[in-house]
């Protein structure tokens, strides 16, 4: 018998708290981006169509870059179509990421509606990542936002390092409010702050919502991307539904890292993300029992244990 077939863990919910939270998963684009060994477009086809089966409705596919610099999503082309039907059969959200406009072209072609561009709060991860400067890459993306909203698609932007980066040491909170800023002035209907390699704690990340706040960015707009690399990605997400926000990043498992930023480590696990969300009686929509399974599923085909503590403690066999 599994825990949560024994009520476990105990719906306590907590003040101040939202009812419902969206999960945006992000396992089949950055957890497996970084993986050293091509997973076969099937394989990664049937990771999303578990993972819609498991009651998440936004699932980021793929990214349309040049394989020379991920090699690992260099099949875009093939897997989008094997999965696009899922916004139809289910309504899942489908959000693909596009570093310029070719790769816009390349996503608009196959039907995408929903897409992504990835900035940097920092100069040193910007040219280590888009080989450009910060302001650079913002003129690059602007009519890539432009062209996707004239076609009616949903425009995500990114936001890596905005709490520290392994070149510049901590990151001012200021210099994320201007990029922030300057993401949705261009178009984006939402942002994602990254805090790449994990070392964010729940100060700061208070401290920066009330920064952009304060310069009149909505907490609706607003999502969060944590990577566990100090064991902070819970609690950094609990300071952020303190504050209102309601888009939590996550990845099936905890896969993931960062090609560009070496002493990143992994996502946030959505199966952690989602047992504590339930003990806190928040909605998700997600069934954790068939996650949990998918996860186990998908560490079978990367060859290794899931590093998500939910994933072991709820697959454990005596």
């Not at 999965?83 to 139809?88: C, E, F, M, W």
Request: aromatic share 4%.
């Amino acid at each position: 018998m599994t825990t949560p077939e024994l009520g476990l863990p105990m719906a306590v919910p907590a003040d101040g708290l939202p009812a419902r939270v969206r999960i945006h998963e992000v396992g089949a684009r950055d957890g497996l981006q970084n993986e050293k060994a091509t997973v076969p477009t099937r394989t990664k086809a049937e990771f999303i169509h578990r993972l819609a089966a498991a009651g998440l409705t936004t699932i980021e596919a793929t990214s349309f870059v040049h394989p020379k610099w991920v090699p690992q999503l260099a099949d875009a082309e093939q897997l989008f179509p094997l999965v696009r039907d899922l916004g139809d059969l289910s309504g899942t959200a489908l959000p693909v990421l596009v570093p310029n406009e070719k790769g816009l072209d390349r996503a608009l072609a196959l039907g995408a509606t929903r897409i992504a561009v990835f900035a940097s709060a920092t100069e040193s991860f910007a040219k280590a990542n888009l080989n450009r400067t910060v302001d650079e890459s913002l003129a690059m993306f602007e009519p890539v936002v432009a062209r996707a909203r004239t076609h009616g698609a949903h425009v995500r932007g990114y936001l890596s390092m905005c709490f520290g980066d392994p070149w510049e040491g901590p990151v001012p909170v200021p210099q994320v409010v201007r990029v922030c800023r300057a993401l949705l002035d261009m178009g984006c209907d939402e942002l994602s702050l990254g805090d790449t390699i994990g070392v964010a704690t729940p100060g700061h990340v208070s401290a920066l919502l009330t920064a952009l706040n304060d310069q009149h960015v909505p907490t609706s707009a607003l999502g969060v991307h944590f990577h566990d690399t100090y064991g902070q990605a819970l609690s950094n997400t609990l300071a952020a539904l303190q504050h209102g926000v309601t888009t939590v990043d996550a990845s099936a498992g905890g896969l993931g890292g960062c090609p560009f930023a070496k002493s990143a480590t992994g996502n946030l696990a959505t199966e952690d993300l989602v047992w504590m969300l339930t003990g806190l009686g928040i909605d998700t929509g997600v069934d954790l029992g068939l996650l949990t399974a998918t996860s186990v599923w998908m560490a079978e085909q990367l060859g290794r244990p899931s590093p998500s503590r939910t994933v072991r403690a709820l697959s454990h066999k005596e």
